[in-house]
């Protein structure tokens, strides 16, 4: 029970800083939009879901395994993880860039803006106190 709860809260802390950095490239793609116009904001976000996107393949894939019991699936699914979030956004870039009338720099831009958006969402989220009292009441059923 705890560690479906403990589960739980750790999946929505991941889910939420993939969240934030798809708010980190659409605030991006607004700045573009108003520098540069409509194609080049649609370039930069398209670039940065071909970072983003895979990124939530990897936290749903990874963040399945939690606890001690679970270290060797957790690992596993870590490196298998990060290998599929490479290759999709590889792929999505190649795709993007290759079948959509878009600008190259610009979903570069966005590309690059995603990867700076996710670790600054990270140092922002983990800088501060990592659980609460009332998190960890709940995890442990007593609140």
Partial sequence: MATKSLQ???QGKAYRLVLWQL???LILAVGAFIIRGQ???ISVFAGGLSYGLPNLIFVW???RYVGAQQIY???AAFFIGEMLKMIFSALCFVLIVKYLPVSLLSVLIGLVGAMVSFWIVCVWQF???TMTTATE???DGRG
């Fill in 8 to 10: 739980a809260v750790i």
């Fill in 23 to 25: 708010c980190g490239v």
């Fill in 39 to 41: 194609h080049d904001a």
């Fill in 61 to 63: 894939l990874v963040f």
């Fill in 73 to 75: 699936h957790f690992v």
């Fill in 127 to 129: 800088s501060g106190p």
């Fill in 137 to 139: 009441e709940r995890v």
